[in-house]
């Protein structure tokens, strides 16, 4: 295959592209095919059509899987260096509660983050102030839990903003619209119209704080804008179980908390990026 017919199947936005000769690319991939040679024997047409008919299957396969991490591909294209806050091995980077070791309740099982039972809550040994985190999470029917970020001290308790995770449909008692997953539990609900998918299917959460900027994503869409230095932010404080604590949310940085509410829960893909300087 010559370089100016390599080059022109290597255009962007051609699509699946078959060319004749030893290599094609299809989008990001490079894939073999069969050599010229071997197209200028009696079997060569029936090869070329058996082998490139194998060659497009493989890549709308490997196409496929890339899709599935889509959300999260999407949030790497701006520029940041990416931290697994998960690494899928070890939960070495997390604490309990009073910052000991993690040895109960939770666990890794085939590369992700388990949880069940009630054993308390666990908390990334390092604070984040601007940060977009983007999390992979199921879970089984009556689950509660959440993902708290901004952890700070008042008065003897630890309290935080919160990615609301919850059984929606099932959950034991029925639900107000700020309880309700991706809410920004207590202050701020999300669409009516916003459906995490059941119970034993994944999620992906995405969680962007910049400054006073909060916004909560489920599976794409976005679900809750809010702004902790205005009106509407203190005035829905005040009207909240935050009330006796008006600088609730205002702080700039602090650890990141996954919740033990009650139930079955698994995380995976736990990523995190820093925003600005």
Request: net charge positive.
């Amino acid at each position: 295959m010559s370089n100016a017919a390599l080059a022109r199947a290597r255009e962007p936005g051609r699509g699946p592209e078959l060319a004749i000769g030893r290599f094609v690319w299809y989008d990001d991939l490079l894939l073999a095919t069969l050599s010229e040679s071997a197209l200028m024997t009696p079997q060569g047409p029936r090869r070329m059509l058996r082998y490139g008919c194998l060659t497009l299957l493989l890549a709308v396969m490997l196409r496929t899987a890339h899709a599935k991490d889509a959300d999260l591909q999407t949030a790497k294209a701006p520029s940041g260096r990416w931290i697994e806050l998960f690494d899928g091995k070890s939960l070495d980077g997390w604490t309990t509660d009073d910052g000991q070791p993690v040895t109960r309740g939770w666990s890794v099982q085939k590369g992700m983050l388990f949880h069940s039972g009630r054993s308390g809550n666990i908390i990334t040994r390092r604070q984040f102030g601007d940060f977009e985190l983007v999390v992979q999470w199921k879970m089984k029917p009556g689950t509660n839990s959440g993902i708290k970020y901004r952890l700070k001290e008042y008065s003897h308790r630890r309290l935080g903003c919160e990615y609301q995770l919850i059984d929606d449909a099932g959950y034991r008692y029925p639900l107000a619209s700020w309880q309700r997953t991706g809410a920004l539990y207590g202050l701020y609900p999300p669409p009516r119209s916003a459906k995490p998918n059941p119970p034993g299917q994944w999620n992906t959460a995405r969680i962007v704080a910049s400054g006073s900027h909060l916004e909560h994503w489920l599976n794409g869409h976005q679900l809750v804008s809010a702004n902790t230095a205005s009106e509407d932010w203190k005035r829905r404080v005040m009207h909240s179980k935050f009330s006796d604590y008006p600088e609730f949310g205002r702080n700039a940085r602090g650890p990141i908390m996954l919740q033990d509410h009650g139930g079955t829960i698994w995380f995976r893909k736990v990523a995190l990026r820093r925003l600005g300087k």
